[in-house]
């Protein structure tokens, strides 16, 4: 599948600190040390609908990592993928009288306008869950072979369950008690009602083929990938086990991260699929949670096209920590534009104050768990030294310019 276009991102002088953030699995901030190349998979979207600002906010938190990364000195091989193939493409699609395939193509090509519009760094790798059917059978196959995985006793239609039990370590990236799985289990498309399960949490990896849905052959006849084992074939086929970070929103992290996870530690024997899990909080609309089901989005292409700068987008959401579940309001956009144009006000003059100090500031509230307040506060102080107060370097204007398109993607 093809990713949007590349994001020029320009190189800093000088040479950011290694990057620390909070995994979920050890509820603590921790170093995050890649090699050279620096590995992320961060699950992407279900194309039944537009790009609201709760999908903006997360790949704006993985794009900071992939920012950092690189200003640190690393190469960055990024994965996502695409659920174009999945119960609520369908059901959006036989709603609309519309074609599965021509909506989820649809609405990834906005999804990509959106990504674009906003500069986030595409993946190096982005793939669509139905040219990766081949590979989720290979990895469904051993998955059965090796016990992991069962056929349900089911002639009409034979799924295949993942074992919860398969690994012993189950549950340590939620660290979740059995009450909580099972309720996640089903608010988040889980069927522990399914005949023929031996546990009520065992997930889906192999759907049988149902009448008016696509599917493809395999050895436990016609079906369709389950949703967690499809992260998990691409992953490990694209960046294998044990991948620096992992990362998508908090209702990822149960069941869909735990899972992906679990699929690949059965196969491989790992502790861990990844050696850092990253989730990013909610973003909320009048006291909910900003969702497709619930109705309630902000949408990213509305916005630019009432011509809302990208600029601005960027920074309402960076205005507030990636792990906090958050509302976006009117007064957080106003603020937003009101920061953006104070910036380029300030990079626009001859000269101002000495902008190294500021620059450093940045690099180090960023590396610090991705805090991007603080590194806004940072800009914000320079900015507001620059417009009042002047100053005699001409090269802190272009300075800070710089930084704040590499390092916040920000373009002034």
């Keep these: 599948m093809q990713s949007w276009p ?10 950011g ?9 050890d509820r603590a901030v921790r170093p995050v040390a890649p090699g050279s190349t620096a590995t992320m998979y961060v699950c992407g979207i279900t194309p039944y609908d537009a790009t609201h600002l709760g999908h903006a906010a997360t790949y704006l938190t993985f794009d900071l990592v992939n920012r950092v990364w690189r200003d640190a000195g690393h190469d960055v091989h990024y994965v996502q993928n695409v659920t174009d193939v999945d119960d609520p493409l369908f059901e959006r699609a036989a709603r609309d009288g519309d ?3 021509s909506l989820g193509q649809r609405e990834t090509d906005l999804f990509r306008s959106d990504m674009t519009a906003l500069r986030v760094i595409p993946p190096r790798d982005y793939i669509g869950a139905v040219e990766s059917v081949t590979e989720v059978v290979e990895l469904v196959e051993k998955l059965v072979a090796s016990g992991a995985a069962y056929v349900v006793d089911d002639a009409k239609y034979p799924d295949v369950y993942f074992r919860a039990d398969a690994t012993e370590q189950f549950g340590y990236e939620s660290g979740y008690d059995r009450a909580t799985m099972d309720t996640f289990f089903v608010e988040r498309g889980g069927d522990p009602d399914r005949p023929g399960k031996r546990d009520p949490l065992d997930a889906l990896v192999w759907k049988a083929e149902r009448p008016g849905e696509p599917s493809w052959p395999s050895p436990f006849g016609p079906g369709r990938p389950g949703w967690h084992i499809e992260c998990a074939a691409i992953a490990l086929n694209r960046i294998g086990s044990g991948f620096d970070v992992q990362g998508g929103g908090s209702d990822l992290i149960f069941p869909h991260h735990e899972f992906s996870a679990a699929h690949a530690e059965s196969l491989t024997g790992a502790d861990r699929f990844a050696r850092h899990y990253v989730h990013t909080g909610m973003i ?3 006291g909910e949670k900003m969702s497709k089901s619930l109705g309630n989005l902000v949408l990213v292409s509305k916005l630019t096209a009432a011509g809302v700068d990208p600029g601005a987008i960027r920074l309402g959401l960076l205005a507030g920590h990636y792990r ?8 957080i956009l106003a603020a937003a534009q009101d920061r953006l144009a104070l910036w380029r006000k300030a990079v626009a003059l001859e000269s101002a104050q000495s902008a190294e100090d500021t620059v450093a500031r940045v690099r180090q509230h960023l590396a610090d768990d991705l805090d991007s307040a603080k590194a806004l506060d940072a800009i914000d102080a320079w900015a507001h030294d620059a417009v009042t107060l002047g100053g005699s370097d001409p090269a802190a204007p272009g300075l800070v310019s710089l930084a704040v398109d590499a390092l916040l993607g920000v373009k002034l």
């Design 324 to 331: 906090q579940d958050r509302t976006w309001t009117d007064e």
């Design 284 to 286: 909320g609309l009048d």
């Design 17 to 25: 600190p290694p990057l620390r953030l909070y995994d979920t699995a």
């Design 6 to 15: 590349e994001v020029d991102v320009p190189s800093v002088p000088g040479e």
């Design 99 to 101: 074609d599965w395939m």
